[in-house]
Structures are given as C-alpha cells and as structure tokens.
C-alpha cells in the first residue's frame, strides 16, 4: 500500500516525524503540473504572441462565452478579480477585446474579442491543443478518458477539499484510499 506520508529522521529531535511523499501526494503532481506548464505556456505565448498566460486564460474564456462578465471567468477557471481586471485591460490595451456595460445591469462590464482578438486566439488555440497532445502522446484514447474522468471528478471536490479546516468543530477526517505502491518516474 502506497501512502502520501512517510516518516523521516530529523536532525533536530532524531524522531521520526511524518513528512510527505511526494512519489504519492496527489496534490504534489498538481501543483506540479500547473506549475511547470503555465509558466512553459507564458514563456512561448509572449515569445511567440506577445501575452502571457493569464492573458490568454482570459482570452480563452472570453472565446467559449462571449460577452462574458469578468465574475463568471473568476468563478470558472479561478483567477481573482485583480488578475482578470488587470489582464482584460492589457487585453482591451492591445485591441483583442472589447468591454461593453451589461445592459441589464450597468454596473456589470461584459467581455468579448475584437476581430483581432480572435485572430490571436485561434493562432494561440493551435499551440495550446498541440502542447496538450504532446502532454498526452504516451496515454491510449481510453486512459485519455479515464483522466479526464477522474480530473473532472477530483475538481469537483475542491469545494469540499477548501472547506476542511482542522480547528472547527464541524472537521472531520476523510478516510484515506489504498492506492498501489509505484515508483515515482
């Protein structure tokens, strides 16, 4: 059985003390992979196009939903409020997006792309789905599946996850699943 804590000597107290495992911490793999593949992402976007990742994750969003209000981007993909603002300025700066007052509530701003907002986007759309291919070169179309399955179904329980607070009464430990042992790669 593979387990995410691990206990490890410390100079200090020469006790044992749990550490985690990074070869099966979950979250670690995450971060890790957020990490390294926007800040790789953000490096060949400015290169190449001239915006940076957040620049096209609001790109991006503006595309799927257009005249999209900067609230929902927040509520979807996680950026605060201060990034969204601040990248849609970049973003209407350099003339790939368009703000408009919502019609039906003038304090609500709503964000689509210019013409030339879309013609970077659908130059950048290429890059990222090529970068996501070769991200998935080694998995079958069927574990392709299964790990957008289980991506879809761990992203669900962040708000469960985020709730957890170890110092209210209300907190309660989840029991932990037995996962295979394996090798880190």
Known sequence: MA???KKAATDQSKKKREVLNLAHYVTYFFTVLANKLSSGASRLYLKRFGIGIIEWRV????AIEPDIAPARITQIIGLDKASVSRE???LE???YLAVAEDPSNQRRKLLSL???GYELHDRIIQVALERERRLLSDLSPDEVETLVDLLQRTTAKIPHVNEFDPGSTAAATTKPRHRKNTMMR
């Open 3 to 5: 387990t995410s804590v």
């Open 59 to 62: 790109m991006a969003m503006v």
């Open 88 to 90: 849609s300025r970049r």
């Open 93 to 95: 700066e350099k003339g």
């Open 114 to 116: 210019t013409p030339l």
